[in-house]
């Protein structure tokens, strides 16, 4: 079939999910559509509960929806990739194994290439600052820089697909808009497509092209929101510029609005 447009990285279709526990019935997402274009950065936000961490779950083929299809690069998920990669608010690092290994643990999994994961691995920490910490244990890393490992643990199975769910949220404040910013450039970079889920408006408006507004249980689609700092021209600004510019605080103001936080039950 002839397309005009390109294939988008990400198709949901009508996605509904229904939890099913001895106890209830739970339905954590209704009638979700949402395409993200290759190389694109979206941010979806949303009150917690609100079938954030489930979308992103279906997305990754861990688990099927239960009504509905979801595509990616033109195929339907079935299971698990290694073109997508999955980073979580918890980084998950082994604690007895060193970084470098660490960050070669998704490519031995895989089966890749040892040799070739190891340079990869090797690469990627010393590109993010942690080149002498390859052979440390996890434990003696800060936050920020284990943050940064599973990043880069991520980003070593070379995935064109980046699922992250609030991976920064277990940071301190400063830690965050550090690493915001450092991440920002690094996925930029790598010309990666990107979904970050997170219940932080303010980086998903510095960081993201596109930001989606997400109803409370069951998750809908409420809105969303192109992002553009006009000032900057076509260069996307970092994400600590973004925060300075006066169109940061009209989408702040907005999507706070929207967001149905102040809605107590
Ligand atoms: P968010 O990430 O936006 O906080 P979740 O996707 O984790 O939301 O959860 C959405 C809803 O589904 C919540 O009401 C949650 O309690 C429920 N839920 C999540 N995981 C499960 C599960 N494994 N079994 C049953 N219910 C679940
Ligand atoms: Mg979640």
């Given at each position: 079939?002839l397309?005009?447009?390109p294939?988008?990285?990400v198709e949901?279709r009508d996605v509904?999910l229904n939890?099913?526990t001895?106890e209830?019935?739970t339905l954590?997402?209704?009638n979700?559509t949402?395409?993200?274009?290759?190389?694109e950065?979206?941010?979806?936000?949303?009150?917690?509960?609100?079938?954030k961490?489930?979308l992103?779950?279906l997305?990754?083929?861990l688990?099927?929806?239960?009504?509905?299809?979801?595509?990616?690069?033109?195929l339907?998920?079935?299971?698990?990739s290694?073109?997508v990669?999955?980073m979580?608010?918890?980084d998950?690092?082994?604690?007895?194994?060193?970084?470098v290994?660490n960050?070669?643990?998704g490519?031995?999994?895989?089966g890749?290439?040892?040799?070739?994961?190891r340079?990869r691995?090797?690469?990627?920490?010393?590109?993010?600052?942690?080149?002498?910490?390859?052979h440390s244990l996890p434990?003696?890393?800060?936050?920020g820089?284990?943050?940064?490992?599973?990043?880069a643990?991520?980003?070593?199975?070379?995935?064109?697909?980046?699922l992250?769910?609030?991976?920064f949220?277990?940071?301190?404040?400063?830690?965050r808009?550090?690493?915001s910013?450092?991440i920002?450039?690094?996925?930029q970079?790598?010309g990666?497509?990107v979904?970050l889920?997170?219940?932080?408006i303010?980086?998903?408006?510095?960081?993201?092209?596109?930001?989606?507004v997400?109803s409370?249980r069951?998750?809908?689609i409420k809105?969303?929101?192109?992002?553009?700092?006009?000032s900057?021209g076509?260069?996307?600004p970092t994400p600590f510029?973004a925060?300075?510019?006066?169109?940061?605080?009209?989408y702040?103001?907005?999507i706070?609005d929207e967001?149905?936080?102040?809605?107590?039950?």
């Open positions: 079939m397309r005009n447009t294939i988008p990285a949901i509904t939890y099913f001895p209830r019935e954590a997402l209704s979700i949402l395409d993200v274009a290759k190389g950065f979206i941010a979806l936000v949303g009150s917690s509960g609100c079938g961490s489930t992103l779950t997305v990754s083929g688990m099927p929806p239960s009504r509905g299809s979801i595509k990616v690069d033109g339907d998920v079935t299971a698990p290694p073109s990669g999955f979580f608010q918890k998950t690092l082994l604690d007895w194994r060193s970084i290994d960050v070669m643990l490519a031995e999994l895989l890749l290439d040892r040799r070739r994961a340079l691995a090797e690469t990627l920490l010393t590109r993010y600052g942690l080149g002498e910490f390859m434990h003696q890393l800060s936050g820089m284990r943050q940064r490992a599973a990043l643990r991520t980003l070593c199975c070379e995935p064109d697909l980046l992250l769910d609030e991976p949220s277990a940071l301190d404040y400063q830690t808009l550090a690493l910013d450092e920002a450039a690094i996925l970079a790598e990666k497509t979904i889920v997170t219940h932080d303010g980086e998903a408006i510095s960081m993201a092209d596109r930001v989606i997400m409370r069951p998750g809908r809105s969303e929101h192109q992002i553009s700092f006009p900057f076509d260069k996307r510029e925060r300075k510019c006066p169109e940061f605080a009209q702040f103001q907005t706070w967001l149905d936080l102040h809605e107590v039950h």
